[in-house]
C-alpha cells in the first residue's frame, strides 16, 4: 500500500517538474502570447517559483537561479518519495544522503555552466571573434564576475594577462567540481552508516 501512495505522490512531482521546466522554458519568449493555457500553467507554477524568488542570496548574480533551487528541491522531494515507496521506511540518514546528493547536482549544475561560458569567452579570445556583438557581450556580462572574484582570491596584488584569468579560473571551477564529488562520495559514505 505504501509502495503505491509514494509512487503516485513521486509521479505527481514529477509531472510539477515538468510543467516548471515548461513555464522556465517559455520565460525565455518575452512578449509572445501562448494564451490561455499558458496563463493556466503559469497560476499552478508560479506561486511555488515566487516562493524561491524571496531568497536574495538565489538572485545575487546575473543569473537568477531560483528555479534551478526550485526543481532541484521538488527532485529531493520527489527522490525522497521514490526511496521510502522502495525501502517501505523513511530515515534520517536516507533524507540527509539525498539532500547532499541534490546540493552536489546543483553544484555541479552551476559550475559546470561557468565553465561552458568561460570556454566561450577563452574560443571567442583566441579566435578573435567580435566581442561587440551581443552573445558576447552577455558572455562577459556572465563570466567577468567570475574571473574577477576568482582573480582576487588567488593574486589580489598581482596583475595577470587575460588569457591566464580565463584559464585559471576554468582549472579552479573543474578543481571545485572534482573536490565536490569527493566530499559527496566519502560523505554519503559516511551517512550510509548512521543507525538512524
Partial sequence: MMFYLMSILAGLTSVYMILIFIRILLTWFPGADFG???AFLCSIC???LAWFRRFRIFRNSP???TPIIALAFLSLVNNVLVSWGRMGRFSVAIILILLL???WSVL???LGFFIVILVLRMIAFLGNSNIYSPFWRFV????QPVMYRISRI???SRIVSYLFRIVFSIAILA???ALSYVITTYGTLLLSQLPF
Fill in 63 to 65: 543569473i537568477d537561479f
Fill in 101 to 103: 546528493q541534490a546540493l
Fill in 108 to 110: 555541479l549544475w552551476v
Fill in 46 to 48: 508560479d506561486p511555488y
Fill in 154 to 156: 588567488f593574486f589580489p
Fill in 140 to 143: 562577459d556580462f556572465i563570466a
Fill in 175 to 177: 578543481a571545485l567540481i
Fill in 36 to 38: 490561455r493555457p499558458y
